[in-house]
Nanobody
């Protein structure tokens, strides 16, 4: 059973920064893609950023230039550095891994709240 454990959420003021971490129970090279999604209240879950096995990195337009996805292969961990946070970034952030059979695995989610 694949496990994804997120950490790093919290309350931050507008303009602040947070770094989310997602530790996987198996090598991140096991997955077709790995990244972050978010879901705000009464909204659909949306892609924030992800790596694909082909080397492509995708970002939502709303976070380009502010968020950066990175990874530590030795630690099987993917990070999301979030800078210049806005109230509109408030959501539960989920780590996602997709297998080569297009099965999706999700972490438990971590709350990010941007408020003064």
């Amino acid at each position: 059973q694949v496990q994804l454990v997120e950490s790093g959420g919290g309350l931050v003021q507008p303009g602040g920064s947070l770094r989310l971490s997602c530790a996987a129970s198996v090598s991140i090279f096991t997955y077709r893609s790995m990244g972050w999604y978010r879901q705000a209240p009464a909204q659909q879950r949306e892609l924030v950023a992800r790596y694909t096995s082909s080397g492509v990195t995708n970002y939502a337009d709303s976070v380009k230039g502010r968020f950066t996805i990175s990874r530590d292969n030795a630690k099987n961990t993917v990070y999301l550095q979030m800078n210049s946070l806005k109230p509109g970034d408030t959501a539960v952030y989920y780590c996602n891994a997709q297998s080569y059979y297009f099965n999706d695995f999700w972490g438990q989610g971590t709350q990010v709240t941007v408020s003064s």
